[in-house]
């Protein structure tokens, strides 16, 4: 179980999410989708965050945000656009449902990039950073069994296409007391050389 540390010898910490997020009219679709789910299972977490997809989450220090903040520039600044496809639905036993992501490579590829300096996001050994291993875009989470077996029931026969391209990654932030995340930064994706990389990181 996670240790729930808002001070840590005085400091504050907050809860981050490391996301992409699809264009405006995708969103609205996955959000309806997820409105849908909230009023037919009794689900209301599910209408609770907007559509995204996560790369990563973790706890830190808010004194340790801009050495963070650089770290994601410089990822982002070597990072080149690339095309996320969604297709149909899937899930986690059995908690979770979930619209696939078919296009899974480059999304791993993207966190691989973020995994050398994870010890950067570990606040203490009780939390760690969590990293996204098999992409996807939550419909709903936390669910009770029935609400999963009869939620499954019906969306493992549904079907949905949608796809966007990630040209940037969002940062989102959650304080002690706050109700949801918030944007704190996005980080558009550039493709620069790593020369230009090494220079911002070393320099």
């Given at each position: 179980m996670q240790t729930d540390i808002t001070t840590l010898a005085g400091y504050r910490s907050s809860e981050y999410l490391l996301v992409l997020s699809p264009h405006e009219e995708l969103r609205e679709r996955i959000g309806q989708i997820k409105k849908e789910f909230a009023e037919t299972y009794g689900a209301p977490g599910a209408v609770w965050s907007r559509a995204h997809l996560t790369l990563a989450r973790f706890r830190q220090l808010d004194m340790m945000e801009e050495r963070i903040l650089n770290r994601l520039k410089v990822v982002a600044m070597g990072q080149y656009p690339f095309k996320v496809e969604l297709r149909?639905?899937?899930?986690?036993?059995?908690?979770?449902?979930?619209?696939?992501?078919?296009?899974?490579?480059?999304?791993?590829?993207?966190?691989?990039?973020?995994?050398?300096?994870?010890?950067?996001?570990?606040?203490?050994?009780?939390?760690?950073?969590?990293?996204?291993?098999?992409?996807?875009l939550t419909v709903a989470r936390g669910l009770q069994p029935w609400q999963y077996e009869k939620g499954w029931l019906e969306y493992s026969q549904k079907h949905f296409t949608g796809r966007f391209i990630a040209d940037g990654m969002i940062l989102l932030r959650r304080r002690e007391g706050d109700k949801g995340y918030h944007v704190l930064r996005r980080f558009e994706f550039q493709n620069l050389p790593v020369v230009t990389k090494q220079g911002l990181l070393f320099g």
């Open positions: 149909d639905f899937g899930s986690f036993p059995s908690h979770t449902i979930y619209i696939t992501v078919t296009t899974k490579e480059p999304v791993r590829d993207l966190v691989k990039q973020i995994k050398p300096w994870q010890r950067l996001l570990k606040l203490d050994k009780d939390n760690k950073p969590h990293f996204i291993d098999e992409p996807h």
